[in-house]
């Protein structure tokens, strides 16, 4: 039952990865896009540091602690179905479906104006456009989708290849092989991961001001230098001959926590975010469909290897993920355009001014 319990969690995720990025972004304004979309990563770090929380109280209460654990899972999910039963449908869902009139008075609604007729003529463009493609899991793979399929493989699997998983998901191990005690351990887990949950509103609050590529390039130079810094500690203050003073080992704490607040107010929420933005509509679906699945499987295969590669790299882990966090960084620097400001509709044609993709991208 815990399995078949476990496979049905891991279905209704999967769901809520797919649908959710993308019913912000179809929603949001344009102008407000960014952060509104970050709201689903502040849902998700405040989840997993709750959890953290609720598991540590439980551990204590012998013997149906676990269950207890468990079975208090069930509140955010019943309240996910009741919230999404009274949820409408977007403007873009509704005009595809043929109801233009609907969705155009949802669109007044939601934007608070009448004046919606240049967005609402986007989208009718689009489900025009849209409704001639019949297949759009084969069509993603055509060479004018090339950027968006790009997009979607790569930006999720950078976002697992920070390391951030590692270090929430075993950071009691992680810490506990630097020396640190059991209680001390879980004390620092908990707190990696109330500086995640904090760090998100950094993004909301400037994302729609300063850009995608300001916020995913500082970050990445930030996680890279926390990480060097830690590989340099661990590698020459530690070792099986010596432990960490406390000095070391509370600095070792502090660089992490600045790891993940940098992870926090970029990659986290923006490896969200900008795949969910820039599929046009008649990939959209699919596109998304392709950034879950890829997030999902490099979560499985880093919580697989991890335990191995720290036995085996030791300190050298987090020059591991520094060459990852360094690569991505260069990537988004020369691939990724800066889709701030623009409309959901109207992010096609970024690829065609880009000045790599225009070379793969028809012009018309």
Avoid at 137 to 142: G, V
Avoid at 186 to 192: E, I, K, N, R
């Amino acid at each position: 039952m815990l399995f078949i319990g476990r496979i049905m969690l891991g279905i209704g995720i999967g769901f809520g990865n797919q649908a959710v990025p993308l019913y912000l972004s179809e929603m949001a304004p344009t102008h407000l896009r960014g952060g509104l979309n970050m709201m689903f990563q502040v849902a998700t770090t405040f989840g997993i540091f709750t959890a953290n929380m609720i598991n540590f109280g439980t551990q204590k209460i012998k013997p149906w602690g676990w269950r207890l654990s468990l079975g208090l899972a069930a509140i955010p999910a019943i309240l996910m179905t009741v919230g999404g039963i009274f949820l409408p449908d977007t403007p873009n869902s509704l005009v595809q479906r043929g109801l233009k009139e609907e969705g155009k008075k949802l669109l007044e609604k939601i934007r608070g104006t009448n004046d919606v007729d240049a967005e609402f003529q986007d989208m009718v463009e689009a489900s025009e456009f849209a409704s001639s493609i019949k297949h759009p899991f084969r069509n993603i793979f055509k060479k004018r989708y090339r950027p968006e399929l790009i997009m979607a493989i790569f930006m999720p699997t950078f976002q697992i290849l920070t390391g951030i998983n590692s270090i929430l998901f075993y950071a009691p191990v992680l810490f506990q092989s630097m020396g640190f005690g059991g209680d001390a351990s879980l004390y620092s887990s908990a707190l990696t991961g109330g500086v995640l949950a904090a760090s998100t509103f950094i993004s909301i609050a400037t994302v729609d001001r300063l850009g995608r590529r300001p916020l995913l390039i500082s970050g990445g130079i930030q996680m890279v230098i926390c990480q060097v810094i830690v590989a340099i500690i661990l590698g020459t203050k530690f070792g099986p001959t010596q432990e960490l003073s406390k000095k070391f080992s509370a600095l070792v704490v502090v660089v992490i926590c600045l790891f993940v607040l940098a992870f926090g107010w970029s990659w986290g929420p923006l490896g969200w975010t900008v795949p969910s933005e820039i599929f046009p509509l008649e990939i959209r679906s699919a596109g998304q469909s392709i950034t879950v699945a890829v997030n999902l499987l490099f979560t499985f295969i880093i919580a697989q290897i991890f335990l191995s590669l720290l036995c085996s790299l030791k300190f050298g882990i987090f020059l591991f993920f520094a060459g990852w966090v360094t690569f991505m960084t260069i990537f988004v620097h020369l691939l990724l355009p800066e889709t701030k400001g623009v409309p959901i509709e109207e992010i096609a044609f970024l690829w065609r001014k880009h000045w790599f993709w225009k070379k793969i991208v028809p012009d018309k």
